[in-house]
């Protein structure tokens, strides 16, 4: 299998007249400079492809090094295409190539890249089918993997049913080099862009597509230290915005998902500058792939943004903690008050609770309990898109048993490579499974469901119920083993009641429902009414 998919990706990179290329793969072609061109992040260089019976499509090409530029495009249309640069000055300036039908079991060639649905509430592919997202945050796994460390990290995050991988692009505040020693950009004299680091990030990019996982990229990490090494703060709003279009020119022909900024602070003051960035990058025609920003810790920026046409989808971090405030912020705010902005975009958290990470409370290490229980409570406190899982060797990139650089408070971080395996992780797959097994993009959260005196005031045992849309089932997660008592008046038809172990996925009947009900066993469960 894996033979085939490089062989299609090797179609997709061909070039030239008469080359071929699979559908929703990428065609790439290598454009000489003339002398007119002086700045490679100042100049656009505009290449227009059409195809019978549609409208003309633009992409920027990016400067690859001396007097080499690049410009790389994913057809959607199988049939004969044509190319030309708008820009004068390159050769060659036009060309022609032929996309097939892609014929092998990659789902990003067989069905399209995510975007938006119909109803703005989840992602689907381009042929329609629903896409869930479920996301590892790798934050420092592209910038410091070997080939042989990202290959073993994908493999295992397809096997355990992930379809995102989010990392950041460039150096920042955790990671201030790759792994062979070079950053992304430099400022001294002006900013300018290391291609030879983009080369390298080129291989993480086709390594992920190549495994069916989609790119989650955040372009402008905005927290930075004392040494100002994130873009996001470090640059200036103009090279802010000339070096997030560097990267989405390279990238914006692989299957992504854009994140403008990572763990900033998107508000008040700063949002002006966020919206102008954003509306710079990605413009009316250019907005290929969904886009987002992610935020600080229990912030909410979208009511200021819910207006912004480039703005995709809403991410939110509900942190890293285990009190009341935390729980209560997971499971009423966040996610479960974006849904309800208009127009409606997918909502998703995208950065809960850390396995082996310390809460910031109790400064206890957070375990899978915890993970399930932020997961489930953003995935059925809204209309479920999807929801990131997160271990701490992981986002960091550990080798060794050590503290994430700038963050003394998240405790010791275990090597990457043993944390691909805990609990947690392992229960990521079993919720997937769990949500395949009914159409979760039909779910809505309802407390309706509850009687009145199932409220749990200081959210220790906080019931987070949903229902579909049209009636037919619902799913209640319940954070311990306890009684959840149900309005029956709210059933207008013949229902099971089934209990499922979030840790395993294995079903308990447990008849028709009742006004109360006990989960069979100890800890946290799902009730399936259906």
Known sequence: MRKLILACMAL?????????????????????????????????????????????????????GGGDWKVRFSPEKTGAWKWRVKTPGFEPASGSFRVVQYKGANILYRRGAPRLSANRRHFAHADGTPWFWLSCTGWNSALLSTREEWDRYLADRAAKRFTAIQFVMTQWRAGRKDELGQVAFTIDGGLKVNPAFFRRMDRKFDALNERGLVAAPVLLWALTSKDQESPGVALSTQDAIRLARYMVARYGAHHALWILGGDGEYRGANAERWKAIGRA??????????????????????????????????????????????????????????????????????????EGHLSYQSQKTIDDYAVRRAVYYSLLGAPPAGVTYGAHGIWFWSRKAEVPLDHPRSGVALPWHECLDYPGARQMKVMRDIFDRMEWWKLRPDRSLLAADAVDAEFS??????????????????????????????????????????????????????????????????????
């Open 281 to 354: 990058v990605f413009p009316e025609g250019r907005r290929r792939h969904p886009i987002t920003l992610h935020p600080r810790g229990m912030n909410d920026p979208w009511p200021e943004y819910k207006d912004e046409p480039w703005v995709g989808f809403f991410m939110y971090q509900t942190g890293h903690g285990s009190d009341a405030r935390k729980w209560r912020w997971n499971a009423t705010e966040g996610p479960a008050a974006g849904w309800k902005l208009e127009p409606p975009r997918p909502v998703l958290d995208g950065e809960p609770n850390y």
């Open 12 to 64: 997709a990179l061909a070039a030239g007249a008469g080359a071929q290329v699979v559908r929703n793969g990428r065609f790439e072609q290598t454009l000489k400079a003339g002398a007119g061109i002086a700045d490679p992040l100042r100049d656009e260089v505009v290449v227009e492809f059409t195809t019978p019976g549609s409208p003309p499509i633009e992409a920027a090409a990016f400067w690859d």
């Open 461 to 530: 045992n906080y019931i987070q119920p949903a229902r579909s849309e049209d009636g037919k089932f619902a799913l209640l997660y319940l954070p311990a083993n306890q009684v959840v008592k149900l309005d029956l008046a709210k059933f207008t038809r013949p229902v099971a009641a089934v209990w499922v172990d979030p840790r395993t996925g294995q079903e308990t009947p447990a008849g028709k429902p009742a006004s109360e009900l006990k989960p069979p066993g100890a800890g946290d469960w799902l009730l399936w009414l259906r």
